[in-house]
């Protein structure tokens, strides 16, 4: 049982270049979100799903897409990437919303330069 | 707009005392709230959490409070421990949107 999965650990990415992070969960768990953690700051939602085929935007969107197109996978698309995107990025899922706690991976650490 | 704030940035307690972490809230629609953990390059852990209906919850040192009058809760931590050394994020989650919120985080530094 690996619990949340990201890949890659680390990356950098020269401006205007597209990557995707990918999210995997083994748990079956029905809700599965991406936040962003900036230096000294707390944990922004980027995206979220509450199940397969259905996504949302969080706080900070812009500049991000997401699919769900499994209940286990969960990837996070950068197009044309920004320094604004500097950030470490973390996955987490959670059986149902409340009652329940959400469980994250060990991160991304992204650099655009 | 802050949703879930952390007004403390930093705390020190001495090992053995009592830890307090604070967090105040703005939406109403928040019925779930939850602690979690984060030590450096990990992903956070879950700690605690605790329905909007109750006003405490319990788990061996950690007690989370919640005040919905004031939309505040706080976690208690008693006796602090070196170990419990670690970033403290506040979270909430929002039955009108599923989105699950944290706050920017408290950095507890427990002295030996």
């Known amino acids: 049982n690996a619990g949340v999965t990201q890949t890659p650990k680390f990356r950098i990415l020269k401006i205007g270049q597209s990557m995707t992070l990918q999210c995997a969960q083994d748990?079956?768990?029905?809700?599965m979100y991406w936040y962003r953690q900036d230096p000294g700051m707390g944990l922004k939602l980027i995206y979220y799903?509450?199940?397969?085929?259905?996504?949302d935007k969080g706080e900070v969107p812009n500049g991000y897409n997401v699919s769900r197109s499994t209940t286990e996978d969960f990837p996070l698309r950068l197009e044309l990437a920004a320094p604004s995107q500097t950030s470490v990025y973390f996955c987490?899922?959670?059986?149902?919303?409340?009652?329940?706690?959400?469980?994250f991976g060990q991160g991304t650490r992204l650099t655009v330069v | 707009d802050q949703q879930v704030k952390q007004n403390s940035p930093s705390l020190s307690v001495q090992e053995g005392r009592i830890s307090i972490l604070n967090c105040d809230y703005t939406?109403?629609?928040?019925?779930?709230f939850l602690w979690y953990k984060k030590y450096p390059a990990e992903g956070p852990t879950f700690l605690i959490s605790?329905?909007?209906?109750?006003d405490k919850n319990e788990d061996g040192r950690f007690t989370v409070f919640l005040n919905k009058s004031a939309k505040h809760l706080s976690l208690h931590i008693v006796p602090s421990q070196p170990g419990d050394s670690a970033v403290y994020f506040c979270?909430?989650?929002?039955?009108?949107?599923?989105?699950?919120?944290f706050g920017t985080g408290t950095l507890l530094a427990v002295q030996p």
């Open positions: 987490a899922s959670s059986e149902n919303r409340v009652n329940t706690e959400a469980f």
């Open positions: 748990m079956n768990h029905n809700y």
């Open positions: 799903s509450v199940g397969a085929g259905i996504t």
């Open positions: 939406n109403s629609m928040f019925d779930y």
């Open positions: 605790i329905s909007s209906i109750k």
């Open positions: 979270a909430a989650s929002d039955r009108a949107t599923n989105k699950l919120i």
